[in-house]
């Protein structure tokens, strides 16, 4: 069984930064990929950016990109999300996953088989 925690969000003016962070338990966590995702209030939950293992190639939406960064630390089972130049829009739940399968659908929620309760990212103007 894998445990995934997120923590780091809370409340940030336009403009702004933070960093999630997302510490998982359970599994040798290097060898798999790892993802965020974000639902903001009324929305379906989408992709934000994608790790392979060891870190080999990241992958970004394009509404994230240049902006967000997405990395990992595999001595300490932990991914993170660098999030700068915060727009309202960013504001969302943001959860962490991991894919345990290999699975190459790394941009849609079924490629994921653990999720973490996700942490609140509220973004003002």
């Known amino acids: 069984q894998v445990q995934l925690v997120e923590s780091g969000g809370g409340l940030v003016q336009a403009g702004g930064s933070l960093r999630l962070s997302c510490a998982a338990s359970g599994r040798t966590f290097g060898s798999y990929t790892m993802g965020w995702f974000r639902q903001g209030p009324g929305k379906e939950r989408e992709f934000v950016a994608a790790i392979l293992r060891y870190g080999a190639r990241t992958y970004y939406a394009d509404s994230v990109k240049g902006r967000f960064t997405i990395s990992r630390e595999n001595a300490k089972n932990t991914v993170f999300l660098q999030m700068n130049s915060l727009k309202p829009e960013d504001t969302a739940v943001y959860h962490c996953?991991?894919?345990?399968?290999?699975?190459?659908?790394?941009?849609?929620?079924?490629?994921?088989?653990?999720w973490g309760q996700g942490t609140q990212v509220t973004v003002s103007s």
């Open positions: 996953a991991l894919n345990s399968r290999d699975s190459s659908n790394l941009y849609t929620t079924p490629g994921y088989d653990y």
